[in-house]
C-alpha cells in the first residue's frame, strides 16, 4: 500500500502559465513534507518543505499546500519556465520516520 | 566535491555476481539510505541507517545487504546479482527532524546506474 501517492505521472505547461502538481499521503505519522526535483542522470534535489502543523510554505516561485484533513499537499509553481521540466517528488517524513517517497510526476513546461 | 559521492556511476554486472555499492558523505549527517529508482514506483527504501550502530531493513530489502563503516559511509552490496536488480540506486543523507522542521531534507548522491545481465 502506498504511503505517499502522486497520481499524475505526468503534466505539461505553457511556459509562463502555473504548474500544480498534486500528492495524497496516508501516514497520518508524517511530520514535514517535501518536493524534490530530479532531472535525467542526476540525483533528486530538494526544493521546499513544510512541516504539518502549516498550511502554506512559499519560497519564490513555488509555493505547497497542505490540506492535512484531506491529506493533501500541492506544489504551485508560478510562472512555470522551461528549465523547471523534470520528474517532481513528493515525500513524508518525520523524527524516527524515513522518508517516503511518491513514484513522481513528469512536468513538461513548453516553449 | 558533491557532499554525497557515491561509486561506481554505473555498473554492468552478471547474474550470480557480488557487487557493492558505496557511498561516502561530506555533511556530517548521522542518517544514511538507500534508495532505487524504478520506472512508475519513485524512491524505494532498501535500508536505512539512524547511526553507525543502528541498521534498519526498507521496504525492498530482499537480496540486499549494508555496511555502515563509519559515520560517513555507507555501502550497499548484492550478495548475488539477479536481473530485476538493473535500476538507478540512490545514497542519501540527512540530520534529525521533527514537528515545525521545515527544513529538514535529505541530500542525494547522483546516482548508481546498475544492469545485471
Known amino acids: 500500500d502506498q504511503q505517499v501517492k502522486q497520481n499524475s505521472p505526468s503534466l505539461s505547461v505553457q511556459e509562463g502559465r502555473i504548474s500544480i502538481l498534486n500528492c495524497d499521503y496516508t501516514?497520518?505519522?508524517?511530520?514535514?513534507f517535501l518536493w524534490y526535483k530530479k532531472y535525467p542522470a542526476e540525483g533528486p534535489t530538494f526544493l521546499i518543505s513544510?512541516?504539518?502543523?502549516?498550511d502554506k510554505n512559499e519560497d519564490g516561485r513555488f509555493t505547497v499546500f497542505l490540506n492535512k484533513s484531506a491529506k493533501h499537499l500541492s506544489l504551485h509553481i508560478v510562472p512555470s519556465q522551461p528549465g523547471d521540466s523534470a520528474v517532481y517528488f513528493c515525500?513524508?517524513?518525520?523524527?524516527?520516520?524515513?522518508?517516503?517517497f511518491g513514484p513522481g510526476t513528469r512536468l513538461s513546461v513548453l516553449p | 566535491d558533491a557532499d554525497v559521492t557515491q561509486t561506481p556511476r554505473n555498473r554492468i554486472t552478471k547474474t550470480g555476481k557480488r557487487i557493492m555499492l558505496e557511498c561516502s558523505q561530506t555533511k556530517g549527517h548521522d542518517r544514511m539510505y538507500w534508495y532505487r529508482q524504478d520506472p512508475g514506483l519513485g524512491l524505494q527504501l532498501i535500508y536505512y541507517?539512524?547511526?553507525?550502530?543502528?541498521?534498519n531493513k526498507g521496504e525492498i530489502s530482499d537480496g540486499y545487504s549494508v555496511s555502515r563503516q563509519a559515520q560517513a559511509k555507507f555501502s550497499l552490496s548484492l550478495e548475488s546479482a539477479i536481473p530485476n536488480q538493473t535500476a538507478l540506486y540512490f545514497c542519501a543523507t540527512s540530520d534529525g527532524g521533527g514537528i515545525g522542521t521545515e527544513n529538514t531534507e535529505a541530500f542525494f548522491g547522483q546516482g548508481t546506474r546498475l544492469t545485471v545481465v
Open positions: 501516514n497520518s505519522m508524517f511530520d514535514y
Open positions: 515525500a513524508g517524513g518525520g523524527d524516527g520516520q524515513n522518508f517516503v
Open positions: 513544510i512541516s504539518s502543523i502549516k
Open positions: 541507517s539512524f547511526d553507525v550502530k543502528d541498521i
